[in-house]
Nanobody, 113 residues
């Protein structure tokens, strides 16, 4: 099973990006899917998570700027990033929880001031 992220890039502060993550390979019924991020020199941190029932929760720093959604039929999860700030610069990782934890390879998001 693989998780493949896409949608990262270089944008200016205040801009938006849409991240996508699609699971391929062996099928799993994911309990939840979500996103973490890791900035240079910092630990990986939780960003957002959405359950199979559609319940979403976010890290405090999101402050209403990001929106997570999920397409269960395709085992895909999306993260809409709005009002981006330079401190949002990080590698964003997709993750999924089923019989084990699965992680993508990450996609770089860089926000310039």
């Amino acid at each position: 099973l693989r998780l493949v992220e896409s949608g990262g890039g270089l944008v200016q502060a205040g801009s938006s990006l849409a991240l996508s993550c699609v699971a391929s390979g062996s099928t799993r019924k994911f309990i939840a899917m979500g996103w973490y991020r890791q900035a240079p020199g910092k630990q990986r941190e939780f960003v957002a998570r959405i359950t199979s029932a559609g319940t979403a929760n976010y890290a405090d720093f999101v402050q209403g700027r990001f929106t997570i959604s999920r397409n269960g039929a395709e085992s895909a999860v999306y993260l809409q990033l709005d009002s981006l700030r330079p401190e949002d610069t990080a590698v964003y990782y997709c993750c999924a929880w089923a019989d084990a934890d699965y992680w993508g390879q990450g996609t770089q998001v860089t926000v310039s001031s």
